[in-house]
């Protein structure tokens, strides 16, 4: 006689979720390797978002494209490239700053605008983030970069 109680009745899709990408993460899955000599090598140059709003289908589109590509690249053998940016300089930042504060740019010194711009921009940076690992992204998180920061702006 077949056993009817080999799965759950109920499946909590978001513990399982999490489950898999906190193994994805711990294991290193998608980290890009320095040092692998014997694979080919595949980057993926990623035109970072401006972190001035929500992750949109737009954004879940793209980001699909990007992960198909690097998922295919993987199992032909290749050690994959898969950085995250952010472009954090521009104006849809500045735009967005200035609708949400009901404000303009010159209603402000400009290093009080910057710091009102900078913390836009972390927040969204957070939102995006957290969208793009629920989506199952294989990006290498810790290749992120962000284009305000010094060390990037140095390269």
């Not at 969208?131 to 010094?150: F, K």
Request: charged share 35%.
């Amino acid at each position: 006689m077949i056993e009817m109680n080999i799965l759950p009745r109920k499946i909590d899709f978001v513990e399982v979720e999490k489950k898999w990408q906190n193994i994805w993460e711990e294991e290193g899955i998608y980290e890009y390797d320095w040092e692998e000599k014997d694979k080919k090598r595949y980057s993926i140059d990623t035109p970072p978002p401006y972190p001035s709003g929500d992750f949109h289908m737009g954004n879940v589109l793209n980001w699909t494209y990007f992960d198909i590509r690097a998922r295919y690249k993987r199992m032909q053998g290749f050690n994959v490239h898969f950085p995250q940016g952010w472009d954090c300089h521009g104006l849809p930042t500045e735009v967005a700053v200035e609708k949400a504060y009901k404000i303009r740019r010159s209603d402000l010194p400009p290093d009080k605008f910057r710091a009102l711009c900078e913390e836009w921009i972390e927040q969204y940076i957070g939102k995006m983030k957290e969208a793009i690992i629920r989506l199952g992204c294989s990006v290498d998180w810790s290749l992120e970069y962000r284009t305000m920061d010094p060390s990037y702006i140095r390269k």
